[in-house]
């Protein structure tokens, strides 16, 4: 409610799985403000929409990110299945070789 913003995150997902809610991610996560600003980094992976914690691949970075590796774990703390809406919280461990 009385948060920064301090980024955007903007991509695309499609389903990727027979049998379950398994989605293709491509995300993109860029700063506007603070220490990252100008900088980015991306996710594309698998999100196995129905587990708690989801595990997903960072394949790279520009400005400070540039070159990034690394993961992010996803964690949905609110949807609303009217809308698709959510509140979806990552937390991202990035190696970079700057």
Known sequence: KNSKLIGHARGMYGQ???ND??????LTYGF??????DSSFSLLSLNPAMQAVR????????GLFRLARGYALAQTYWIDP????????????????I
């Open 16 to 18: 990727a799985a027979q």
């Open 32 to 37: 506007i403000d603070g220490i990252y600003k």
């Open 82 to 97: 009217t809308t698709g809406d959510a509140i979806v919280g990552y937390n991202a461990t990035i190696v970079t070789y």
């Open 55 to 62: 595990e997903m691949t960072i394949v790279g970075g520009t």
């Open 21 to 26: 809610l398994g989605l293709i991610m491509v």
